[in-house]
C-alpha cells in the first residue's frame, strides 16, 4: 500500500503497487528514516513507510542528466522568495536541459556558474518572479553558451507588484539581438578536412557531391541567423 502525496491524510487515496514494480524514488534519513517519496507511473508522487515489501536502493547516478524539458511550480498564495531556483545548480542537474517554465518562483545565479559556459539552454518562461538581474548578468556574459543559445525568454512578475525598472531595461537591450550561426569556432581538425575534401587529387572530390540543390539550402541556412525574443511584463 502506498499513499498519492497530494492527500497523505485520505484513508481512500491509497493504491495497491506490485512488490515487484521498481520506481524512481527520494529518500532522506535526517528528514525522515521512516518514508520514502517515489514516483508511480500513472499516479504520480506517492509516499510509503520503509520495511517489508518497501525497499530504498541507493543509486548514485544523476537521473536528470538527459532531461529536454523541465517545469516547476510553486503555490501562488506563498511568499516567493521562499522558493529558489540557482540556475548554476539546474546547470549541472540538468546539463541538456533546452526549455525552462516555472511558475512563482524566483531564478537566481550562483557566484561560481562555470557550468553555465556549456549549458544549451533556448527557451525560459519564467513566470511571477521578483527580480531578474541574475538573468540579465547571464546574458551579458559572452562567454556563456546561454549567451548565445537562448532564443526566447518569457518573464512576469507576481500579481499587483512591478518588475524593477532598471532591470527590466537592461534585460530588454538584449531584445532583436542576433545569435551566432554556429556554436563555436570549428576546430582545426575539421579545417584540415574540408580544406583536403577541396584540393584532393582524386577524380571524384568530395565537394563534387554537393550539388546546387544542397549548397543553396546551405547558403540559405547560413545567412538567416537567430534573432533572440525577450518579454518582460507586469501583471
Given at each position: 500500500?502506498?499513499?498519492?502525496?497530494?492527500?497523505?491524510?485520505?484513508?481512500?487515496?491509497?493504491?495497491?503497487?506490485?512488490s515487484s514494480c521498481h520506481c524512481r524514488a527520494v529518500?532522506?534519513?535526517?528528514?525522515?528514516?521512516?518514508?520514502?517519496?517515489?514516483?508511480?507511473?500513472?499516479?504520480?508522487?506517492?509516499?510509503?513507510?520503509?520495511?517489508?515489501?518497501?525497499?530504498?536502493?541507493?543509486?548514485?547516478?544523476?537521473?536528470?542528466?538527459?532531461?529536454?524539458?523541465?517545469?516547476?511550480?510553486?503555490?501562488?498564495?506563498?511568499?516567493?522568495?521562499?522558493?529558489?531556483?540557482?540556475?548554476?545548480?539546474?546547470?549541472?542537474?540538468?546539463?541538456?536541459?533546452?526549455?525552462?517554465?516555472?511558475?512563482?518562483?524566483?531564478?537566481?545565479?550562483?557566484?561560481?556558474?562555470?557550468?553555465?559556459?556549456?549549458?544549451?539552454?533556448?527557451?525560459?518562461?519564467?513566470?511571477?518572479?521578483?527580480?531578474?538581474?541574475?538573468?540579465?548578468?547571464?546574458?551579458?556574459?559572452?562567454?556563456?553558451?546561454?549567451?548565445?543559445?537562448?532564443?526566447?525568454?518569457?518573464?512576469?512578475?507576481?500579481?499587483?507588484?512591478?518588475?524593477?525598472?532598471?532591470?527590466?531595461?537592461?534585460?530588454?537591450?538584449?531584445?532583436?539581438?542576433?545569435?551566432?550561426?554556429?556554436?563555436?569556432?570549428?576546430?582545426?581538425?575539421?579545417?584540415?578536412?574540408?580544406?583536403?575534401?577541396?584540393?584532393?587529387?582524386?577524380?571524384?572530390?568530395?565537394?563534387?557531391?554537393?550539388?546546387?540543390?544542397?549548397?543553396?539550402?546551405?547558403?540559405?541556412?547560413?545567412?538567416?541567423?537567430?534573432?533572440?525574443?525577450?518579454?518582460?511584463?507586469?501583471?
Amino acid at each position: 500500500e502506498v499513499h498519492l502525496c497530494d492527500f497523505p491524510d485520505d484513508e481512500h487515496a491509497v493504491i495497491m503497487v506490485p512488490s515487484s514494480c521498481h520506481c524512481r524514488a527520494v529518500y532522506d534519513p535526517d528528514n525522515s528514516k521512516e518514508l520514502v517519496n517515489f514516483v508511480v507511473p500513472g499516479y504520480g508522487a506517492c509516499v510509503a513507510n520503509l520495511g517489508g515489501a518497501v525497499q530504498f536502493t541507493p543509486d548514485s547516478r544523476i537521473v536528470t542528466n538527459g532531461l529536454r524539458n523541465f517545469t516547476l511550480e510553486a503555490h501562488e498564495e506563498f511568499d516567493t522568495t521562499q522558493f529558489e531556483l540557482d540556475l548554476r545548480a539546474l546547470s549541472v542537474a540538468c546539463p541538456e536541459l533546452q526549455t525552462l517554465s516555472t511558475y512563482y518562483i524566483n531564478v537566481v545565479l550562483s557566484v561560481h556558474y562555470n557550468a553555465l559556459r556549456r549549458w544549451p539552454i533556448q527557451y525560459m518562461s519564467l513566470t511571477g518572479i521578483q527580480q531578474i538581474s541574475d538573468l540579465e548578468l547571464c546574458l551579458s556574459d559572452t562567454a556563456t553558451q546561454m549567451a548565445r543559445t537562448l532564443v526566447e525568454l518569457k518573464v512576469t512578475s507576481r500579481m499587483d507588484e512591478r518588475l524593477d525598472e532598471e532591470e527590466v531595461k537592461k534585460l530588454k537591450a538584449h531584445d532583436g539581438e542576433f545569435l551566432p550561426v554556429i556554436k563555436e569556432k570549428f576546430p582545426l581538425q575539421l579545417k584540415i578536412a574540408m580544406i583536403s575534401a577541396v584540393t584532393s587529387t582524386s577524380s571524384t572530390k568530395a565537394i563534387h557531391l554537393l550539388d546546387t540543390y544542397i549548397l543553396s539550402l546551405i547558403f540559405v541556412f547560413s545567412s538567416t541567423p537567430e534573432q533572440r525574443v525577450v518579454q518582460c511584463e507586469d501583471i
